[in-house]
Nanobody, 121 residues
Framework: VQLQAFGGGLVQPGGSLRLSCTASGSIFSINNMGWYRQTPGKQRELVASITSGGNTNYAGSVKGRFTISRDNRKNAVYLEMNSLKPEDTAVYYC????????????????WGQGTLVTVSS
C-alpha cells in the first residue's frame, strides 16, 4: 500500500491551497485518514483527521480555516486550507492508520511522502 500526497506550494498569507492524498495498492478498506505537519526541529503534529464514516477532528490552530474530507471510493483524503498563515508553513503528510488489504489482513500506520506548504509574502 502506498500513499501519495500532492498539492503543496508557495502561497501568500490569507491564500488557499488544497492538498490531496491517494492510497494505492491492494485495498479493501481504510479506517481513519488524516493530515499531519512537521517543521524543522519539531515533532510531527496532527492537523486533521477523518473516520471512514466522515467524523472529523481538527487541531485548535486550524479549526475554522481547514477542512478535511475523503472519498472512500477513490481511497483519497483531502485538506482544504484557507486563510493561510506563515505559521502554517510545514511539510504536510497524509496518513492512513489502518488499511485493510482483505477482510482480515491489514497494514498499520501508512504514510505519504510529504508535500511542502510555504506561506510567505
Amino acid at each position: 500500500v502506498q500513499l501519495q500526497a500532492f498539492g503543496g506550494g508557495l502561497v501568500q498569507p490569507g491564500g488557499s491551497l488544497r492538498l490531496s492524498c491517494t492510497a494505492s495498492g491492494s485495498i479493501f478498506s481504510i479506517n481513519n485518514m488524516g493530515w499531519y505537519r512537521q517543521t524543522p526541529g519539531k515533532q510531527r503534529e496532527l492537523v486533521a483527521s477523518i473516520t471512514s464514516g466522515g467524523n472529523t477532528n481538527y487541531a485548535g490552530s486550524v479549526k475554522g480555516r481547514f477542512t478535511i474530507s475523503r472519498d472512500n471510493r477513490k481511497n483519497a483524503v483531502y485538506l482544504e486550507m484557507n486563510s493561510l498563515k506563515p505559521e502554517d508553513t510545514a511539510v504536510y503528510y497524509c496518513n492512513a492508520d489502518r488499511v485493510y488489504t482483505s477482510i482480515s489482513d491489514y497494514q498499520n500506520d501508512n504514510w505519504g511522502q510529504g508535500t511542502l506548504v510555504t506561506v510567505s509574502s
